[in-house]
């Protein structure tokens, strides 16, 4: 099963900007969405923004204007760019591979996060 690897989280100034990369053990093409979610303590996670097989981005509206997804199945990543970065966006940042087989069953792979900190 394909293992997904964040990094880039970062301590950081309000106004910033961090670059989070997503690195899987293997092929994401099969995926039909890759998404960059994040959650903070007693709160349910959040998606944050995510990409289709063929480009289509979606995002929080908080984040809308700030944040940029992408991915690259040859490379088997996908990266968030953060910019303008606010307290708000403080939390642990998860990757996420999502695939819907043609059975409808359901694969999400997560991987271990990483953490984003940004102070006023």
């Known amino acids: 099963q394909v293992q997904l690897v964040e990094s880039g989280g970062a301590l950081v100034q309000a106004g910033g900007s961090l670059r989070l990369s997503c690195a899987a053990s293997?092929?994401?093409?099969?995926?039909?969405?890759m998404g960059w979610y994040r959650q903070t303590p007693g709160k349910q996670r959040e998606l944050v923004a995510s990409v289709g097989r063929g480009g289509t981005t979606t995002y929080a509206d908080s984040v809308k204007g700030r944040f940029t997804i992408s991915r690259d199945n040859a490379k088997s990543m996908v990266w968030l760019q953060m910019n303008r970065l606010n307290p708000e966006d403080t939390a642990v940042y998860y990757c996420?591979?999502?695939?819907?087989?043609?059975?409808?069953?359901?694969?999400?792979?997560w991987g271990q996060g990483t953490q984003v900190t940004v102070s006023s």
């Open positions: 996420n591979a999502h695939r819907v087989d043609y059975d409808q069953a359901i694969l999400d792979i």
């Open positions: 293997g092929s994401i093409a099969s995926f039909q969405v």
